[in-house]
Antibody, heavy 124, light 107 residues
Framework: QLQLQESGPGLVKPSETLSLTCTVF??????????WGWIRQPPGKGLEWIGS???????FYNRSLKSRVTISVDVSKNQFSLKLNAVTAADTAMYFC????????????????WGQGALVSVSS | DIQMTQSPSSLSASVGDRITITCRAS??????LNWYQQKPGKAPNLLIY???GLQSGVPPRFSGSGSGTDFTLTISGLRPEDFATYYC?????????FGQGTKVEMK
């Protein structure tokens, strides 16, 4: 069974860069029809899709964050990463790494797997 | 971006009840609509994909319907483990967007 595990600092100073890595266990990050993404959830609030990446390196970003976000993939390590720069307190959230599946029978995407989440606080 | 609006924002129900949550999209998204359940302190869990497809391992008391702009999630025979927050999510176009959530509480 596929598992996703986030890792990275839990505290980031304002104006600095938030960096998280997601390691994929139990499956290959190079599989067709799988996209690897990040979703965040501020405390007590709803879900926001940040972006996703295909193993070839093709990226898709939420334009609300696009100027500050970079998602990359390391196929050799079965990992993908998130960098969010110039953070503010508004970026304090639980960050989930996810696997998005393109289910070609119904030509639909859905988020099939989630990591447990990494709480990142932005504070000086 | 597509806006997703859920109603109600919260509801109180009892074990055994049949409940319905609605989700409305700001434009036609065909059947590209997914439903997730989230329990406190946990990641969301996929229940329904493509509006009505039941995810493997999800009990059949969960069902989804709708197309275009209006969708529903129904739980037939609420069980204690179903008290949680439910989110809809469109997968018609990026950025994927979510509804604001519906919290199902015990009456």
């Amino acid at each position: 069974q596929l598992q996703l595990q986030e890792s990275g600092p839990g505290l980031v100073k304002p104006s600095e860069t938030l960096s998280l890595t997601c390691t994929v266990f139990g499956g290959s990050i190079s599989s067709n029809n799988y996209y690897w993404g990040w979703i965040r959830q501020p405390p007590g609030k709803g879900l926001e899709w940040i972006g996703s990446i295909y193993y070839t390196g093709d990226t898709f970003y939420n334009r609300s964050l696009k100027s500050r976000v970079t998602i990359s993939v390391d196929v050799s390590k079965n990992q993908f990463s998130l960098k969010l720069n110039a953070v503010t307190a508004a970026d304090t959230a639980m960050y989930f790494c996810v696997r998005e599946i393109y289910y070609d029978i119904v030509a639909s995407y859905h988020i099939a797997d989630w990591g447990q989440g990494a709480l990142v606080s932005v504070s000086s | 971006d597509i806006q997703m609006t859920q109603s109600p924002s919260s509801l109180s129900a009892s074990v055994g009840d049949r409940i319905t949550i609605t989700c409305r999209a700001s434009q036609n998204i065909k059947n590209f609509l997914n439903w997730y359940q989230q329990k406190p302190g946990k990641a969301p869990n996929l229940l329904i994909y493509a509006a009505s497809g039941l995810q493997s391992g999800v009990p059949p008391r969960f069902s989804g319907s709708g197309s275009g702009t209006d969708f529903t999630l129904t739980i037939s025979g609420l069980r204690p483990e179903d008290f949680a927050t439910y989110y809809c999510q469109e997968s018609f176009s990026t950025p994927w967007t979510f509804g604001q959530g519906t919290k199902v509480e015990m009456k």
